[in-house]
């Protein structure tokens, strides 16, 4: 699959006319509400996506809040991003290689924990990350209460609670996500720590691979994949680098260094 | 070969040696380690009154998907359902039979008064009407009891639960967890089966869940393997016993084929289709109440009459062409006594005849006829008597030298030969590739004729 070959955030900064652009990445499992979420925010405001490669991507919207202009781009819905799947991949690789400027992860109150995989594994990649838990209003009705407050300590990262249907808490999602980008709340997002073996693994590898991988890439989760025997993962960091480089050299070359 | 220029590929020589061997145990230990985390988390800011997953319905969990447990039940369960089936088809089908049967003498009798040609009472009644009233009768009751008994699983939930419990088999063998669900619906039909294997993304593993859809025993071939192993396996014990060995005769072929599934599966995903199988997340849903008035409606409109329907549809123009077969001449032989003739050493050697053979050749279409078809062409070449029960197909069988031997290798042939026509039209419009497609009848062909093969000759060499 092709990579969207320039990253969204550095591209819009270059260019003084989006100064003011941000690209907001839309994540979560299926059937939580991303897509009442994804219509609330933008209203009419939509157009089918157009990123390099990415036709699996539904949908990109625009709106404003508080002079700053985003641009909401709708990702698959997925329950994990091990890239089992050409969906889980899509969203993987827009998280990673699109670097969008926050990805906003929506979640089920009414089944938090099994959201919260697919955030955790969110939180391998970037930092720059909000959790928005949606369905409150089902979850009361369901007698089921979420410590939003609790969430977000426990994370390290910013959350809010919705209940998108009816729009409640979605004005304060928007005033969180200015908050972000202006620098005000500051994430110190939880690090998922494997079993001790695992993690000394992890680390050999990481301390090996760490001085051969751009640096705004997360090379502990990279480190993970390789662990994983996902070279997938390696290819793709090389074409971002050198963008023109052909898929298929590469290819021989993932085979020529197993060999 | 190109000079790497690409230092992240180069250090993977570095590193590959580091790595662990057993991928599949590492991708496990890093799921584990994240599910973990996000149930201690999501303790920590969950509360729930009452939850809809209630203390009652997590134990019934924690038994039905138990490691101990779990496998027991699911086979326990199965065996029930068949024990109910053969024990309650008995009666029915006798008075099915002897209804359909006596409507026959009638339609003859008419055709005699209307002094209607013999060819045209052969083929429309003898051909035709015998293999319908055949397929009604030892079909309809077994279905009528089986299908409702199977929904009702289904309604309360319980066929995820199974997922679950076979899950790790499957990723052992290198498929994919759903290729169970996949699985279980073959055992409703096998054509089914093959469009469901759509939900499985990575086409590696669909492909393999497609090529062994046709291990699960489906519809058409259940009443058959009933009839069977109630009249062979039933005889071996005393009366009282009969029954419950008949059931565990067929529990015996459904988990040879679920074996089967596995091993061919881990062949082909160490041979053709090699590669790692891939997770899912399965959600239990919650334990419903079943609507019985619904179960009853939707086993028996959707599932029973449309099979019979198929079976109808099919079992006719076969009937026809069988009696057609059985009734044109070569010299002093029927067509069909020369085609059983060339295929009998063949059949012999796998424990069987000519003539099942052929049956299993005409049910191409749908393995629903294939004792219809077996019946005619034991009636045409020769004994002529009336089919009013199982008894008397018992008879039938034991005059042409069946054994239970034969009555297994049957069995095990239904269970290990090719596919349906529908089926494998719809595996060549899944796969739009010929070539899968012959490979899928092809692999259950050679199977079924490499074990009958050996159980035969092993039987033999035993008894001598």
Redesign the interface.
Known sequence: MAINTTPLSESSKNNPDKQNNFVIALAGNPNVGKSTVFNRLTGLKQHTGNWPGKTVIKAEGTFSHRNRHYTLVDLPGTYSLHASSSDEEVARDFICFSRPDITLVVCDATCLERNLNLVLQILEITDRVLVCVNLLDEAERKGIQVDIAMLARQLGIPAVGTAARSGRGLESLKNVLDDMLAGKIASRPRQLVYDPELEASINEIEKRLAPYLPAWINSRWVALRVLERDFSILEHISNHKNNDYPRQVLKEEVALCLR | ??A?N???????????P???AN?AN??D???S???Q???S??A?????????YTGLEARLDNILTSRWLGFPIMLLLLTLILWITITGANYPSQLLATGLFWLEEQLTALFLAVNAPVWLSGLLIQGMYRSLAWVVSVMLPPMAIFFPLFTLLEDLGYLPRVAFNMDKLFRRAGAHGKQCLTMCMGFGCNAAGVTSCRII??PRERLIAILTNTFSICNGRFPTLIALATIFMGALVSQAYSSILATLAVVAIIMTGIATTLLVSSLLSRTLLRGMS????LELPPFRRPQLGQILIRSLLDRTLFVLWRAVVIAAPAGALTWILANSFIGETSVFALIAGWLNPLGQLMGMDGIILIAFLLGLPANEIVLPILIMGYISAGSMLELDSLNALRILLLDHGWTWITALCVMLFSLLHFPCGTTLYTIFKETRSARWTLLSALLPLLLGIVVTLIINQGSQIIMR
């Open positions: 070969m190109s790497i690409n230092p992240e590929l180069s250090v993977l020589r570095e590193i590959e580091l790595l662990p991928t590492i991708k230990r890093i799921v380690g994240i599910y985390q996000a149930e988390i999501s920590q800011v969950v509360r729930s009154e009452n939850s809809q993304d990575s891939s997770f899912f997340v």
